[in-house]
């Protein structure tokens, strides 16, 4: 049986290292599943969940919060360069929430002084925030 190895890899270091029979991610044109022998492709990621089906009796899943960058394929390999990546045992949920609410007040303020930079980056944070929320309930599964 073929399967993919999967490197989650931040300028921080490898978050994710293992073998899977899928790999679920969103690109920045949309969804995207890859399966063993999937031809080439690099693609650039979007702010999302990036599921990974690992080889096990039970199919278990892995969720990965991940803030953009790039997903190469080939040869069986899912190599995924990430601006930053968080499994989901890994996430403080608690964090996550405080860093949602603080991109609200700034894109409320960016608003109120007409400042569409500002607005956009608060917009980003948000995005994050609530990507990293999401994965984290998939704890525990």
């Keep these: 049986m073929a399967f993919l190895q999967v490197n989650v890899v931040t300028p921080d270091g490898t978050v994710f290292k293992h073998r899977a029979k899928q790999v679920s991610a969103k690109t920045t044109d949309g969804g995207i599943t890859i399966l063993p022998n999937h031809t080439p492709i690099i693609v650039p990621l979007a702010i999302a ?6 080889v096990t ?5 892995n969720h990965i919060a991940v803030n953009g960058g790039i997903m190469e394929v080939r040869d069986n390999a899912v190599n995924i360069i990430a601006n930053s990546a968080e499994r989901e045992k890994d996430i403080d949920i608690d964090r996550a929430e405080i860093a949602k609410e ?3 007040r700034k894109m409320a303020e960016a608003r109120n002084i007409k400042n569409e930079k500002e607005f956009q980056r608060a917009q980003i944070a948000l995005n994050k925030a609530i990507n990293r929320i999401g994965v984290s309930k998939n704890r525990s599964r």
């Design 102 to 104: 603080r991109a609200e």
């Design 57 to 61: 009796d039970d199919n278990s899943e």
């Design 49 to 54: 969940d990036l599921i990974v089906t690992r």
